[in-house]
T-cell receptor, first 119, second 113 residues
């Protein structure tokens, strides 16, 4: 079974500092993907970044990077130079393909980390 | 831009009522999903559909059913609402062909009293 663990329920970070949000995962499938989504107080889920299990390099999207350590089964999100608008709930999620079900896929989410940026 | 809409942002229903939550996407996506979100539990998959009239159980299907009569519309049905179904419900869609990003609707906050 697939499992995502986010051990930080909440974090407070000073504006302009870098932030690392932790995510570990467990799966026996060789092919999977890892996501980070942001959920502001308005409630919508915003896709931030994706890393495939076979990708050799860590994914980056602007101020976001995913620190993928396959052997340790971790996929931490790094936000450089944090801004007040980064205050939100952040979810790590894992995608896996159900080969026994026509290749359909599903996501498993972690419990989330609430990030608060302090001015 | 992909747009996923949900019929209501807020809904209040009584115990025992039949509840319909509607989700519509405008990008011809094959796959659609229903999640519920609870504090401390993250998002959990209720049901998903990879084609019209096709449905698959997710991780917590008990107490729910779904309907997908048209490609763009995926309905979540609570046959007899209970207080433990008070939650935020999120719908998402995903194109076929190996795409990985799910597009989420704004969510419906359902309260069952």
């Amino acid at each position: 079974a697939q499992k995502i663990t986010q051990t930080q329920p909440g974090m407070f970070v000073q504006e302009k500092e870098a932030v690392t949000l932790d995510c570990t995962y467990d799966t026996s499938d060789p092919s999977y993907g890892l996501f980070w989504y942001k959920q502001p107080s308005s409630g919508e889920m915003i896709f931030l970044i994706y890393q495939g299990s076979y990708d050799q390099q860590n994914a980056t999207e602007g101020r976001y990077s995913l620190n993928f350590q396959k052997a340790r089964k971790s996929a931490n999100l790094v936000i450089s130079a944090s801004q007040l608008g980064d205050s939100a709930m952040y979810f790590c999620a894992m995608r896996f393909i159900m080969l026994s079900n026509f290749g359909n896929e599903k996501l498993t989410f972690g419990t989330g980390t609430r990030l608060t940026i302090i001015p | 831009d992909v747009k996923v809409t949900q019929s209501s942002r807020y809904l209040v229903k009584r115990t025992g009522e039949k509840v319909f939550l509607e989700c519509v996407q405008d990008m011809d996506h094959e796959n659609m999903f229903w999640y519920r979100q609870d504090p401390g539990l993250g998002l959990r998959l209720i049901y998903f559909s990879y084609d019209v009239k096709m449905k698959e159980k997710g991780d917590i299907p008990e107490g729910y059913s779904v309907s997908r009569e048209k490609k763009e519309r995926f309905s979540l049905i609570l046959e007899s609402a209970s207080t433990n179904q008070t939650s935020m419900y999120l719908c998402a869609s995903l194109p076929g062909g190996g795409a990985y990003e799910q597009y989420f609707g704004p969510g419906t906050r359902l309260t069952v009293t």
